[in-house]
């Protein structure tokens, strides 16, 4: 009689009924997931009243989002993405001290074993694309600049790839480096301008979106992971504000705080500097760090 010490399940006791059935739950954590999962998925259930049809193409959905996964692609981390999940799991996890960087979603395009590179390098390795210099300065919530700060940068090309989207067609590596800050906590490094680019769109999620009436892209950006010796790693972006997707990023990545400014310099003596044959673009952006432990806003 154990399994009907709640009752028999009926549309009124549903969840009581099932979350009662975890009463010797082993894990603590996981009874509590799974009774705040079960209320609201049986809420969302009662409220939209699906057809058993309905029903079964939303099984069929996720079968497809699973079937899709394989070691370079993840389907459900991309639905999660779109549906705002990932963002505000990050949020959750960052919050940080007044004054320090904040996080976005770290994406699917990161590589371990990036090249470290002398400070000044130029990531782009087939010289197509807007040259862009980039550079600012990594520092504590103080102001303070941070030695042997290690900055891990990917961004996507001028026609919106990665290079792991194109192997055989971009170098590898390419758009891609490791810096290390010296003691005045001072990066800069050349790149190209990106551009924005659509999410991995030929999946069920990229249906779904289609669907919805909604648009793949994420607004041109810089990706950065920054980690120092005591303080909490940051990943994040920076974004171009000037992008045609800046105000509607499929992945809802994009903060304030996040916009750089991208300035377009004529300036044929700096560009010979540089080694550009042209015109380029300007990047200039500080990271502020948080210290382990350091108290939150
Ligand atoms: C990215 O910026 O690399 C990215 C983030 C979320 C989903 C897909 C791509
Ligand atoms: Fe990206």
Not at 61 to 80: A, H, K, P, V, Y
Not at 119 to 144: F, P, W, Y
Request: aromatic share 10%.
């Amino acid at each position: 009689m154990d399994a009907h010490e709640t009752g028999f399940f009926t549309e009124d006791n549903s969840v009581k009924v099932v979350t009662g059935r975890n009463k010797n739950a082993k894990d603590e954590r996981l009874k509590q997931v799974m009774e705040v999962v079960t209320r609201k998925l049986h809420e969302a259930v009662k409220e939209i009243e699906p057809t058993q049809d309905e029903w079964m193409q939303a099984i069929l959905f996720l079968t497809r989002t699973g079937q899709m996964c394989n070691e370079w692609r993840q389907e459900f981390i991309l639905l999660s993405d779109v549906l705002g999940v990932s963002m505000l799991v990050d949020a959750i996890n960052n919050r940080k001290p007044s004054g320090a960087s904040e996080s976005t979603v770290l994406g699917p395009f990161h590589i371990e074993g990036a090249p470290e590179l002398e400070m000044g390098a130029n990531i782009c390795l087939d010289a197509k694309g807007e040259h862009m210099v980039i550079g600012g300065r990594i520092l504590d919530t103080a102001g303070q600049p941070i030695k042997d700060a290690v900055i891990d940068v990917w961004q996507a090309n001028d026609e919106g790839f990665y290079d792991v989207q194109q192997q055989g067609i971009q170098p590898d590596f390419n758009l891609r480096g490791v810096f290390r800050t010296g003691p005045d906590g001072h990066y800069w490094f050349r790149a190209v301008k990106p551009k924005y680019y659509p999410i991995p769109d030929d999946g069920p999620v990229g249906q779904m979106l289609d669907r919805l009436g909604r648009h793949p892209n994420r607004p041109a950006h810089l990706h950065y992971i920054i980690k120092a010796a005591g303080f909490e790693t940051l990943i994040t972006h920076i974004f171009d504000p000037n992008d045609p997707y800046i105000n509607s990023d499929a992945v809802f990545g994009v903060k304030e705080s996040l916009l750089a400014e991208f300035t377009h310099t004529h300036d044929p003596d700096r560009a010979k500097a540089y080694d550009f044959d042209g015109d380029f673009w300007e990047v200039e952006h500080d990271f502020v760090l948080a210290r382990v432990g350091e108290k939150r806003a």
